[in-house]
């Protein structure tokens, strides 16, 4: 009975996470490449975004992952799948450090959709050295040029 109570608190410790207590971060994300820029194709496209984050802390953060979707797949030029992209990029304290990735999705070409706008959702976690955190952000992205 003493090793299965060993073992419980044992497990239970290896499954808890770390949460930081830094400021949270700020995520702007921009759509760089989009149906427009590709003809307003209809079928399976890739858009391209940059993705800033901006460190409020005193301390380095490293963005290790994003989870980005279509908040709403029934409006919008185009529907992200759900999907994540893993990255290692160190933001230095009380500065902005920008990746670009692209995700896959689905273009409904030209019509009454082409302009609408897309809004998307996604995760950003990062890796603190006072352990992990992560933020949810939730924008909605012009097709119009600007």
């Not at 290896?14 to 003809?39: F, H, M, R, Y």
């Not at 290790?64 to 709403?72: L, N």
């Not at 990255?87 to 019509?111: C, D, K, Y």
């Amino acid at each position: 009975m003493k090793r299965v109570a060993i073992l419980l608190v044992l497990f239970a410790a290896c499954a808890t996470t770390t949460k930081s207590n830094l400021p949270e971060p700020g995520i702007g994300i921009e759509q760089v490449v989009g149906p427009a820029d590709l003809g307003y194709p209809y079928g399976p496209i890739e858009v391209k975004y940059n993705l800033a984050v901006q460190n409020n802390a005193t301390i380095p953060i490293t963005l290790t992952r994003v989870d980005i979707r279509s908040d709403d797949p029934a409006g919008g030029a185009y529907s992200l799948r759900r999907n994540f992209y893993n990255f290692h990029q160190v933001i230095p304290p009380n500065s902005v450090g920008v990746v670009t990735f692209w995700a896959r999705a689905m273009s409904w070409g030209r019509g009454m959709r082409d302009t609408e706008p897309v809004t998307v959702r996604g995760v950003a976690y990062f890796q603190t050295p006072t352990g992990t955190t992560q933020k949810v952000f939730i924008r909605e992205l012009s097709q119009f040029s600007q």
